[in-house]
Nanobody
Framework: QLQLVESGGRLVQAGGSLRLSCAAS????????MGWFRQAPGKEREFVSA????????YYADSVKGRFTISRDNVKNTVYLQMNSLKPEDTAVYYC????????????????WGQGTQVTVSS
């Protein structure tokens, strides 16, 4: 089993920045694709970003491209999501997820999930 624990979510004003962290334990972290998803109240969980195990490839939803940056530290077993120029519509619970092998932006393709961290952006 791979355990994932997110942190870093809080209340921030529009235009501000946050960095989310996801600490992994339990298995060989550097063999997993890591993803960030988010779920706003009353909406389905949606893809935000993903990163290949080596860090050589990153992927973003159009809604966050140019504002968010995903990165990982395979020594610290941690993946990060740097979020800049935050908007009220970025308000959601943010989840870290992991899967083996190929990239995908589909929620159901990820095998491991964290408990989520709340990000609230005020206008």
């Amino acid at each position: 089993q791979l355990q994932l624990v997110e942190s870093g979510g809080r209340l921030v004003q529009a235009g501000g920045s946050l960095r989310l962290s996801c600490a992994a334990s339990g298995r060989t972290f550097n063999s997993y694709f890591m993803g960030w998803f988010r779920q706003a109240p009353g909406k389905e969980r949606e893809f935000v970003s993903a990163i290949r195990w080596s860090g050589s490839n990153t992927y973003y939803a159009d809604s966050v491209k140019g504002r968010f940056t995903i990165s990982r530290d395979n020594v610290k077993n941690t993946v990060y999501l740097q979020m800049n120029s935050l908007k009220p519509e970025d308000t959601a619970v943010y989840y870290c997820a992991a899967r083996r092998f190929q990239y995908t932006d589909k929620v159901w393709d990820y095998n491991y999930w964290g408990q989520g961290t709340q990000v609230t952006v005020s206008s």
